[in-house]
């Protein structure tokens, strides 16, 4: 049986190596020349995607290429000093197996895992898809698949060809996100630098084996602008309007924007839909269930999501009017919680208000002030994020009878509300 993936980031790769296993020929198509390293942000790795990493043989460089973030300065708008926490307190208080990696690492690792056993056709996409499972592309020659699966992110070409344009599924929550990569002259190592004020919150960061720093901005908007995702010129304005004059550490960040190899930019947006299926066609990740990126905790989202369908594909026989129904039944809890953790978790990194940048701070303070027993249950008290993925659980879907047993659990890290 033959299936064709779109999008070799994350949950592209994952579900490659997990249908490969089950025995299904898998294509996967790029649209990236080679595959990405172009900076990008840390993402988190909580529990599941942890566990499923390692039922893939990989978390030994997961670990190594972690960004070892151990330390968190969070600075108000306006304030003198600094408020220091120990982030090893946050993480061990939120979940029993964590880690933070750069995207474009995990992406590395895991394409690493499949190219051996998977077909990568990069610097190609898809340019339409019939019932029969036809697909044509941009250069390849046209091709039968007997499914296709969309893993091609927020801005889905696949979605956009079965179900409609993107305006359809996508829900604005208010706020934006930019990425810089920068010089790390700030000395960063392990180390990450927030400036919060109403509004607007900018954090910067770096790791020994970077090279190099990272610096996260995001800001609130009543209203989404209407601005192509690829406008990167208009993008760079927006930071510099939201930004100038907050702080010299963010000046400093913002002097880079015409100097910098990696840029990215985007709305903090949400997908929707009734189904992530149509006939020979399903969609995972961001594609399909995106919570909003960088607040919803959507790399692990995509890696359960990746490792279910290819779980239930397998236990359907290929069979995708059986399968694809099942997976997005065993997925829809997920969703749905993860969803409401990124609106609690954007409120609370980006405050609305005054009050909402002081108890930001004051929360961070009484973390640091605790005990490491106190301040843990106070963070599992007062996170939705951590509670909800520490309630979560999904089937083990591995191919071996002998391993069948017991389930892959799910629990939070870093992107706490």
């Not at 998977?118 to 019932?131: H, Q, R």
């Not at 989202?301 to 099942?326: K, M, N, S, T, W």
């Amino acid at each position: 049986m033959r299936i064709l993936i779109s999008g070799a980031s994350v949950a592209g790769p994952v579900l490659a190596y997990w249908l490969t296993r089950h025995g299904f020929s898998v294509t996967v198509v790029e649209r990236a020349a080679v595959p990405r390293k172009t900076g990008g942000h840390a993402v988190d790795l909580f529990q599941p995607a942890v566990d499923i990493s390692e039922q893939m043989g990989v978390l030994p460089r997961v670990e190594e290429w972690a960004s070892r973030t151990k330390r968190m300065t969070l600075r108000r708008e306006g304030a003198r000093r600094p408020v220091g926490v120990d982030l090893s307190k946050i993480f061990g208080a939120t979940s029993d197996r964590h880690f933070e990696i750069m995207r474009d690492d995990l992406s590395e690792i895991y394409y690493d895992a499949t190219c051996d056993d998977v077909e990568y056709l990069f610097g190609d996409s898809i340019t339409a898809i019939s019932p029969d499972g036809e697909v044509r592309f941009e250069h390849t020659a046209p091709r039968h698949f007997d499914l296709i699966v969309g893993a091609d992110g927020l801005h889905s070409n696949v979605r956009r060809l079965v179900f409609g344009e993107e305006s359809r599924f996508s829900s604005f929550i208010g706020a934006y996100l930019g990425v810089l990569t920068l010089p790390n002259t700030f000395g960063l190592d392990g180390e990450l630098r927030i400036h919060v004020g109403v509004g607007r919150t900018v954090g910067i960061y770096g790791a020994r084996h970077l090279g190099d720093a990272r610096a996260l901005f995001l800001y609130r908007s009543e209203h989404e602008l209407d601005l192509g995702h690829r406008d990167v010129s208009r993008q760079k304005e927006l930071l510099r309007k939201a930004f100038g004059g907050f702080h010299a550490d963010v000046d400093r960040c913002l002097d880079e924007l015409d100097r910098t190899s990696a840029f990215y930019f985007d709305s903090i947006t949400q997908v929707h839909m009734d189904t992530w299926s149509r006939g020979r066609v399903t969609l995972v990740g961001d594609a399909g269930y995106s919570p909003g990126p960088a607040v919803g905790g959507s790399t692990t989202l995509a890696v359960a999501g990746a490792y279910i369908l290819a779980g239930e594909l397998a236990r359907a026989g290929g069979d995708h009017e059986r399968a694809f129904p099942a997976y997005e039944r065993a997925m829809a809890e997920h969703v749905r919680g993860s969803r409401a953790a990124a609106l609690s978790a954007a409120k609370t990194l980006v405050p609305a208000s005054r009050p909402g940048v002081s108890g930001l701070v004051q929360g961070t303070r009484l973390i640091s002030a605790l005990p490491t027993g106190p301040s843990r249950a106070f963070i599992r008290l007062v996170s939705k994020t951590a509670r909800l993925y520490n309630s979560m659980t999904i089937e083990d879907y591995r191919p071996s009878p002998a391993t069948s047993e017991g389930r892959v659990g799910l629990a939070s890290g870093s992107e706490v509300a």
